[in-house]
DNA sequence: CCTCTGCATCGACGATTATCAATACCGTGC
DNA sequence: GCACGGTATTGATAATCGTCGATGCAGAGG
């Protein structure tokens, strides 16, 4: 992918995808531009399918908020192809990400990706 | 005083819509059931299309965080026709609240339905 | 080397969706 | 009543998406 070089955040160091502080402008925090409004919808977008919901809800109660995907297309009635189209989605999200241990695959949740999207439908300043 | 001090109270009784507390099951807080995903995944689908994020980021920002449809019309460089089928998947999604004023339209944000979909994204209970 | 297993990618097909033009609907004002 | 302006609905079309079977690819173990 293309690099970013201009984050000086050491924070951001390992975070690979563009989505966790890309991503998700305040909804509520004044008109959006064309792009802003574009990028948070590719998010919502990953979770507008409920596949893809329940495989995230799945993930993220597994051990240590991770699953491989021999469990996933187990508990599902759908074909593997689709369960690895549907975490792929969700990796590319950034909502989810991809680490490979022995033969298998493993997907992790990343809370901070669903923690930015939460904040960003909520009012910018929550008066109360 | 009014909305915010307690959940279980008669305001729900002018909620006609479906959305504001049987959309969102937390999506961190177990393995999620197929209806579950389902009503999860019909919001944010309203939310899936940069068009609709837009239009909500453009309500919020009116005075009274409601606006006239013919306001909107006229900032998005859509037809009319697209400008209201938009509405209306926001509306039904709960997002949205629709009142005619004389001739016009005017559609108003719901942020209870926004917050419930924000804390839908978090752990469970953070217990500190 | 070869085979087996877990996962990803490809190609195709049906279903859903975003968009528009045309039209219908509903208040307002004459 | 009639005409007009704002909004919703309909019907059609192109694009996107979810799903599958077939296939490819990479790592493990003979």
Redesign the pocket.
């Known amino acids: 992918m293309d690099a970013r070089t201009t984050h000086t955040l050491p924070l951001l160091d390992h975070i690979d995808d563009a989505a966790a502080e890309a991503c998700c402008p305040p909804i509520l925090g004044g008109v959006l531009s064309e792009d802003e409004a574009e990028q948070a919808a590719r998010v919502f ?1 990953a979770l ?5 919901v329940r495989l995230l809800s799945m993930v993220a109660a597994s051990a240590g908020r991770e699953a ?3 469990d996933l ?1 187990g508990s599902l ?13 969700l990796k590319d999200a950034g909502l989810l990400e ?1 680490e ?1 241990r ?6 992790r949740l990343r809370p901070e990706a669903l923690a930015v999207l939460s904040r960003a439908l909520l009012p910018v300043a929550p008066r109360r």
């Open positions: 977008k507008a399918d409920p596949t893809r491989c995907v021999c297309t009635d759908l074909s593997q192809p689709t369960i690895s189209h549907h975490l792929k989605v991809r490979r022995g033969s298998w695959a493993y997907y």
